[in-house]
Every structure is written in structure tokens, then in C-alpha cells.
């Protein structure tokens, strides 16, 4: 018999919503000061963008490897790949830490310095980027993933308000072509220059085979 009275119904939900704004007021405090602190030594990361969706490239890439594909405009650069499918984990990481998956911290080390630090490093090129791709689940996705805002609490309501966009966004597809993983970054004026040199900087990338146009 489920004993449960209705005020402890009430009283374990207001926990639980306790608990949720506790963890999203402390990553948006963490996603903040760590984007702070990027666009302070903006000229030392700005080319690591690149480097790190190769490495979560890699990171989602299945037993036959996994195939990458950029396109970049003047006004905006694609990043595709024919990687693994997401779960609604990976899909919270990327809105609420910044990154695909976890990334333990090690004592003593800086960790912007250490290579594929997050998709944080991205923003450097905007601060805005549409997501698209498939679910583990069947499932598609298409949202807009917005990190700006001047304060932790701006950037909390971004965070929210992308994740609603993420969650209204999934539909069952039926076609049965695959669908690659896309980040499309749009690009601000006098951006072009610096993003087609770190394209053109690629010298290798061991397990994938690239095609930019």
C-alpha cells in the first residue's frame, strides 16, 4: 500500500525543485566564469574551437570510424559528423556543462590548457550555435543553443530556455537515411579570416577523414 500522504508528494517535489535550481545556479556560475575567463586569453584559445569537435568527433566515433565534413561560409561555418547518435545525458551535458561527456579535473593541471576541454572552447567563435542530429532513441533533433548573457543568472535562463527548445524540438522520424551530428556556428563580421585559417591549419586527425568545403 503506497503510503505516501499528499504533503510528502508536495514536500519531495519542492526538493527535488530545490535541488535542480541549486545544480543549474552552480553550473551557470561555472559555465560563466569559465567563458569569462576564455575570452580573457581569448588570442592563446581561439584556434582550439576546431580541435575540439574533432575531438568529440572521435569521442562519438563507432568500430568503422567516423567521417567529418566542413563547410564554412561567410557567414557561418558547419561542422557535421556520421558519429554515434546522442542520449538525453549527452544532450544535458552539452547544455548545462558545456561538454558531451564528463571531464574529471586533475589536481594541479589548468584545465583549459588540456587538449578537448569542452565545447565551451566553441563560443569563442559564437556564442550561439543550432544543434542538430539524431537520439539513441529514434528520435531528431533540431534547437538553438544560446550562451549569452553578462551574468550567471542570464546565462542560467539561456541554458533553460535551450534545453525547452531541445525537449520541443524532438520528432519521430521515419526516413531512413542517416543523419549526421551538425553544430553551425553563424559567424560575426571580421570572423571569416581567423576561422578559414584554423580550417586550413589542419594538418591531421588520426581516425578521421575529413571534407571541407
Known sequence: MDTRSPANVRDQSAANDARHEVLTDSNAQTVRNYLKRLFQEEARFRSRWIWELLQNARDASSANGVCVWLTLKPDR??????????????????????????????????????????????????????VRGRLDDK??????????????????????????????????????KP???????????????????????????PGCAFAVN
Not at 543553443?145 to 543568472?153: I, N, P, T, V, W
Open 77 to 130: 561555418v558547419v561542422f557535421r559528423h556520421d558519429g554515434l547518435p546522442f542520449n538525453y545525458k549527452n544532450i544535458a551535458h552539452l547544455i548545462y556543462h558545456g561538454t558531451t561527456k564528463y571531464e574529471p579535473s586533475v589536481s594541479g593541471v589548468d584545465p583549459i590548457g588540456q587538449y578537448g576541454t569542452g565545447f565551451l572552447t566553441t563560443h569563442l567563435i559564437s556564442k550561439t550555435v543550432w
Open 179 to 205: 543523419i549526421q551530428t551538425e553544430y553551425e556556428y553563424p559567424l560575426a563580421a571580421g570572423l571569416f579570416d581567423s576561422v578559414n585559417k584554423d580550417i586550413s591549419d589542419l594538418s591531421n586527425c
Open 139 to 176: 528520435k531528431r533533433f533540431n534547437f538553438l543553443l544560446d550562451r549569452r548573457g553578462e551574468s550567471a543568472d542570464d546565462l542560467k535562463s539561456a541554458m533553460d530556455a535551450s534545453w525547452g527548445r531541445f525537449v520541443a524540438s524532438c520528432w519521430e522520424a521515419q526516413d531512413p
